[in-house]
């Protein structure tokens, strides 16, 4: 129960991080400083650790990496529209 | 088996994933488009997620976590020192 807190906690944390820098990229329109590949890569990360959430059922996890996987393709899109 | 191998194939994928990052910045000395507050938050919820992957005593969570937050604390060590 106490794992499943943290784990929660975890995944909002990590959830939320990636909100001020799709904003900051949306304000801005600059992303140029950075890295497509380590955004691309996440992307494919976060589908990877959504799959072994729903194999192991690990809610935190599955919620956590959805949520994620859905900012990081923002982020991803944007970097691709405003590096041009 | 299976999903221990999706774990440690997403682990190894999101860890790495933060290695252009962390080179593209050593190289342009340019952090300036990286948000710090989610670099900092995320180093938070990596190290939650290193806590929760003790917890439910799962190596691909536990190895991969202690990776990234090595990364990504050097990531907002560089975005401080290149933001000066």
Redesign the interface.
């Known amino acids: 129960m106490?794992?499943l807190i943290?784990?929660i906690?975890?995944?909002v944390?990590?959830?939320?991080?990636?909100?001020?820098?799709a904003?900051?990229?949306f304000k801005?329109k600059?992303?140029?400083?950075?890295?497509l590949?380590?955004?691309v890569?996440?992307c494919?990360?976060?589908l990877?650790?959504l799959?072994?959430g729903i194999?192991?059922k690990?809610l935190?996890i599955i919620l956590a990496n959805a949520a994620m996987l859905v900012l990081a393709l923002l982020i991803v899109v944007m970097k691709i529209k405003y590096s041009k």
Chains 1, 2 share one sequence.
């Open positions: 106490t794992s943290v784990g906690l975890a995944g944390l990590c959830t939320v991080s990636f909100l001020p820098q904003i900051k990229i801005t600059r992303a140029g400083d950075l890295s590949i380590t955004f890569a996440l494919f990360g976060i990877l650790w799959i072994y194999m192991i690990e935190p």
